[in-house]
């Protein structure tokens, strides 16, 4: 009894259908991976930015006069230089630090870098996407030996400038009091109900912020809340200055008043 030879053959569309539908699902692919490549050059931006703030924010711990000489063009000279030193191996091409504020009030360091990230190729005739990275800080002045910060009191010597906290109980003549720093931990969100603030309470989420974290959050000693974002704008707006007058009431910080 003879043996019947089966063949299988796929016809010739079936072939054309595969050539046509591997280079589409390769491209969906890699334009699904696309947003996961903005996010990290994002991240690497960042920890470029906020490296040259700290750089800063450290130098600017000087007398007063020297730090005076630090200011204006040398810094941004050097904040500029910086940054694109540093990111010169990043896809990043137009960085500009043009909005960017850096000791204009002698403390202060607004760090704002804008860039084009370049997309490893066209899509839809976009060749880049505009990028932002924002560090804010104060810079460690320290105290001039009496109990003030540099620039404390500055203005009307019979209503100088003072310093509070959201809910501060007491005002600041110091911007650098520890009892204001806003100065960030990066910590573990698996780990937050085991940190407390220096009152010794439970942080908890940030009405702003707080609801989108991944897997790291930030927090301040003097901080009621856990953040998602080190540039959320609840931290940005946490100390104000204002007239001695307006907020007497509350009575001076016993640590940088030196009472």
Not at 83 to 108: F, H, I, N, Y
Request: charged share 20%.
């Amino acid at each position: 009894m003879g043996r019947k030879r089966v063949s299988f053959s796929a016809p010739a569309s079936m072939t054309a259908e595969a050539a046509l539908v591997l280079p589409m699902f390769l491209f969906a692919g890699v334009i699904l991976m696309m947003p996961f490549r903005i996010l990290d050059t994002e991240r690497q931006m960042q920890a470029i930015v906020m490296s040259v703030g700290e750089d800063i924010s450290q130098a600017a711990y000087l007398t007063e006069e020297a730090l005076d000489g630090l200011g204006g063009a040398a810094v941004s000279a050097y904040a500029e230089a910086a940054v694109r030193v540093k990111a010169s191996e990043l896809p990043v091409q137009g960085v500009s630090l043009a909005e960017s504020r850096l000791l204009a009030d002698g403390e202060t360091i607004d760090l704002v870098v804008k860039y084009d990230l370049k997309l490893p190729f066209s899509v839809f005739g976009l060749d880049s996407v505009k990028r932002t990275n924002r560090c804010y800080l104060r810079a460690w002045v320290g105290s001039d030996g009496n109990g003030k910060s540099a620039g404390a009191g500055s203005g009307d010597d019979e209503d100088p400038i003072v310093y509070v906290g959201r809910n501060s109980t007491r005002y600041h003549v110091s911007a650098s009091c520890h009892y204001l720093s806003n100065r960030l931990t990066a910590v573990p969100f698996s780990q937050i109900d085991s940190y407390r603030n220096q009152d010794g309470s439970r942080y908890t989420a940030c009405a702003r912020c707080g609801g989108q974290v991944l897997g790291t959050v930030y927090i301040m000693p003097a901080g009621e809340h856990y953040h998602s974002s080190r540039n959320c704008s609840a931290i940005l707006a946490y100390v104000r200055a204002v007239r001695k007058s307006t907020v007497e009431y509350l009575g001076a910080c016993s640590y940088c008043s030196g009472g």
